[in-house]
């Protein structure tokens, strides 16, 4: 099935660690997108990239990390300078030209533990 | 600069009575507009988007917006609301002269009773 796939589901860190979560898409979308969702905040931009090997910061970049080795994988590492990394991560991906839709994957969620 | 606002933070309405949830935007070129909707711990599944032609769009599930360009608004409307529309709503906005960045609004949480 095609689809943009997330994991883990739920993951758990401690005060102080970095973690990685993964953002697999086999559309063949060129762009793709990182959000945190917060309650009563809706979502909010963190990186984005739209070609291979290059991304640009959102609005909330700061204690994240990126990278786009590859068309189908955007993975996010949230670091240890990230103060309040608790959130529902959404991972989205479209094609890059044109009006077309942006699709979410399932999310991810982090607890600070 | 982008921004999406939902005015309501929720939505009550009787099931098989009309739903509408507001939104307006405000960019600097011609906007993409988007709906979407979040089930509980779960991604976001898009319902309709506006990009050219007729203000009037429809979309999934019954479904359908509304575009009023003087207005800046698009505004989500079904017209007989059933219990399992009750979800988290989002507009979103998506400005082609801003590197295709997509904007979204608070959310719209909508109940509808049985």
């Known amino acids: 099935d095609g689809g943009i796939t997330q994991s883990p589901k739920y993951l758990f860190r401690k005060e102080g660690q970095n973690v990685t979560l993964s953002c697999e898409q086999n559309?063949?979308?060129?762009?793709m997108y990182w959000y945190r969702q917060d309650p009563g905040q809706g979502l909010r931009l963190i990186y984005y990239?739209?070609?291979?090997?290059?991304?640009q910061k959102g609005d909330i970049a700061e204690g994240y990390s990126v990278s786009r080795e590859k068309k189908e994988s955007f993975p996010l590492t949230v670091t240890s300078a990230q103060k309040n990394p608790t959130a529902f991560y959404l991972c989205?991906?479209?094609?890059?030209?044109?009006?077309?839709?942006?699709?979410f994957g399932e999310g991810s969620w982090l607890t600070v533990v | 600069a982008q921004s999406v606002a939902q005015p309501e933070d929720q939505v009550k309405v009787a099931e098989g009575n009309p739903l509408t949830v507001k939104c307006t935007y405000s960019?600097?070129?011609?906007?993409?507009l988007f709906w979407y909707v979040q089930y509980p711990n779960r991604g976001l599944q898009f319902l309709l988007k506006?990009?050219?032609?007729?203000?009037l769009v429809k979309g999934s599930y019954g479904f359908e917006a509304e575009f009023n360009k003087s207005q800046t608004s698009f505004h989500l409307k079904k017209p007989s609301a059933l219990v399992s529309d009750s979800a988290l709503y989002f507009c979103?906005?998506?400005?082609?002269?801003?590197?295709?960045?997509?904007?979204f609004g608070a959310g719209t949480t909508v109940t509808v009773r049985a």
């Open positions: 989205a991906s479209t094609l890059r030209e044109g009006e077309n839709t942006i699709y």
């Open positions: 559309l063949n979308h060129d762009a």
């Open positions: 990239s739209q070609i291979v090997n290059d991304f």
């Open positions: 960019v600097s070129g011609n906007p993409y």
């Open positions: 506006y990009i050219t032609g007729d203000n």
């Open positions: 979103a906005v998506r400005d082609i002269s801003n590197d295709y960045k997509l904007s």
